[in-house]
């Protein structure tokens, strides 16, 4: 599958922005679909995760009840919602596709396909 992001930007501490992530190449619905991120000079971490059927979902603690993770089987997308944006969410966002996960699983580790990342800047 071909994992594509888009929706990164600029914007002040305390702002919101909405990343998008298109597939294709792939039967969508398979994976279990997630969002990473990697700031410069550190290893990429786990945001969120949501499972095929976007029943199940799971998040960083760093970012429960600010960031919102969903998906849309019908359009093969999976959205980041992301509001009270703070300096430390400045990074490179990454989708990220799983193909080998049990049925209603999230998991934050062990995903085969990643895009090629979208920019998220947080400063005033």
């Known amino acids: 599958v071909e994992l594509v992001e888009s929706g990164g930007g600029l914007v002040q501490p305390g702002g919101s922005l909405t990343l998008s992530c298109v597939g294709s190449g792939g039967t969508f619905w398979h994976f279990a679909m997630a969002w990473f991120r990697q700031a410069p000079g550190q290893e990429r971490e786990f945001v969120a995760a949501?499972?095929?059927?976007?029943?199940?979902?799971n998040y960083a603690d760093s970012v429960k009840g600010r960031f919102a993770i969903a998906r849309d089987n019908a359009k093969n997308t999976v959205t980041l919602q992301m509001r009270r944006l703070e300096p430390e969410d400045t990074a490179v966002y990454y989708c990220?596709?799983?193909?080998?996960?049990?049925?209603?699983?999230?998991?934050?580790?062990?995903?085969?396909?990643w895009g090629p990342g979208t920019q998220v800047t947080v400063s005033s």
């Open positions: 990220e596709a799983r193909a080998r996960v049990v049925d209603g699983m999230a998991p934050n580790a062990g995903y085969e396909y």
């Open positions: 949501i499972s095929q059927a976007g029943t199940v979902k």
